[in-house]
């Protein structure tokens, strides 16, 4: 038996019943074609140790390596006239660990790495791994993009985990909602919502500004009456969860003052602000 210039053989160290074996460093260990009867139309798998310097070898010069190219039509010539549309290249990475690439032919486009795997497990995606990184991708070309997707009925979200507390954060489709999280999942221990209509919840705890802060444009509104004064606020302040008493700052006098004002959420009562209320 003989493919492609292999030759069978007896490897008894890993137990094989026959491996194929090529008998040049330049010929394939063992290819797959498919066709019509037509060599101009056809598609091809193999499967061959890199030779040192091979043209298609992007991945370095070490005879250690082995590949997996995927081919459509041409004449069967590695290098030749084929085009490589697949290769995944096996490689000996370092003096004991392995590297698995993946490259695909892009549109238009040449042969190119989608992925690599390195021997401490990291994983870049068009991009090389990084040291410390369990997953790197992005687009050397054009903005990065990475999406998760569910169906309506459920939440996609990503979970950052320690070996004693977690923090969800993702979109919640159901309420229309962007969560983060104190939990496993987005539907308990909330920390902030942001809704559709861009409305940022903070639903317990409190929120510590360090720096400044600008509250507004919120509009072109000029406030003449109490009512306007919740209408058009600026910043609104709510200080107890049953009742409806609320403090608002909002434009008056045509732009040339800022009103202050202590009402119910209609803003048809008529209730004091106390600056020093208690002495």
Known sequence: LKVNGATPTNNSVFGEGMQIRATSSSAAAMSLNCNDGSLSNSTRLIMRKIPTGDVNDNT???TRDNEVLGYFTGNGVI???DTVLNKITLRQDGTSGGEIILAVKETGGSLANAMTINNAGEVGIKLAPESGSQLRLG???GAGKLTIESSD???SYINFS???NEFATGYDKANSQFVIA????LAS???LTISNS?????PTGNLNVVGNTQCGPVGTGNCTTKAQMVTNAALTVKPHNSNSTNLTFAQINGGEGIGISTSNGSGTANWATCLQPFG
């Not at 104190?182 to 999942?185: E, R, T």
């Open 79 to 81: 290098g030749g006239s």
């Open 189 to 191: 221990n909330q920390r």
């Open 139 to 141: 687009n050397v070309s």
């Open 60 to 62: 370095g010069t070490d």
């Open 153 to 155: 009925t459920h939440e």
């Open 198 to 202: 861009g409305n940022v919840v903070i």
């Open 182 to 185: 104190q939990a496993p999942n």
């Open 162 to 164: 320690a070996q004693s």
